[in-house]
């Protein structure tokens, strides 16, 4: 919607609501020589016109609210370099039975060496009980680290924005109520962050020797990352018919100094092709003690083996 639908829309609210408050303050301005039962009757007729009037006008707002969450922004405009082509190696013959399957069926027989990534696309991000329109650009060395930018939009418009990093074994969050940094429980969770959008650059959880996967029955697996000195894991369910990720699903903290993690998923609800690639499109993130996602990512744009070393320390796009 064109920035001057909006301001219409709000203008014509405005304007209700200016009315009916004139009508209010005239309730003071009854004729003397009227009938005492007159004037009663006079103001209750305005009192009751005001009501409906702030009623509507407050109504007209909520509406025009509502209605800018429903608005589409555009996307960002595709990452300027192209996807280099990649060499390929052999899949691992050691994998578990659901996790070869898998490969087999998001790679192929031959496994992409992938050392970077810029993801573009679209969303909807959940924040202060609202949910809202989003564009996002997801920058990743893969396997090393990440940065996020995220735009909240309203009537197209971007109206919250979000900048995330996650480098050298620290997160950096530039959030619309404060920075948080050097937080040893952010710096874990966006770890986990860094391994489960690994789902859209797969082979890295294929190739790199820092990683490992645990067999746990014919449709799951263990997949074990690296965190620093330490490790974390992901419990992993693959469909029995496509043998694609079902679900991901961690314990990870939701904030600074959280005193307990808390069960957390990434769950494909769609699979489209990129570069020959079998990825989620759309994907939702939801914390389990929640009914709904608070995150539902659709790609729209998929780079591979980009220049990225200065892009992921920037800001903004």
Known sequence: MP??????????????LKR???????????PAEAPEHSIGSMTMQRMTSIGIGTTAGLGALLGAGWLGLKVEPASFAPYPESTVRPETVALPADLPAPVDRYF????GNRVPIIESAVLTGRGRLRFAGLTFPTRIRFTHE??????????CT?????????????LDGHARMELPFGVVANEPEVDMAANLSLWGESIWLPSIIATDPRVRWEAIDRTSARLVVPFGEAEDNF??????????????????????????????????????????????????????????????VSLEHVAYNVE???YIHASGL
Do not use: C, N
């Not at 893969?142 to 735009?151: C, V």
């Not at 990129?274 to 939801?286: D, E, K, N, Q």
């Open 104 to 107: 087999r069926a998001a790679l």
């Open 154 to 166: 309203w009537f197209g418009m971007p109206v919250l924005k979000v900048h995330e990093a996650y």
């Open 308 to 310: 990225v070393s200065q």
């Open 20 to 30: 009916y408050l004139r009508l209010w303050h005239e309730t003071d301005r009854t």
């Open 235 to 296: 419990t992993v369910a693959f469909d029995e018919q496509t043998g694609l990720i079902r679900s991901m699903e961690a314990l990870r903290y939701r904030a600074a100094r959280d005193a307990a993690k808390l069960p957390w998923r990434i769950e494909p609800l769609g699979w489209l092709t990129f570069h020959g690639l079998r990825l989620p499109s759309p994907a939702a993130v939801t914390w389990l003690d929640q009914a709904r996602p608070w995150l539902v």
């Open 142 to 151: 893969a396997g090393r680290g990440y940065r996020h930018y995220i735009e």
């Open 3 to 16: 920035w001057g639908q909006v301001v219409l829309v709000f203008g014509v609210s405005s304007t209700t």
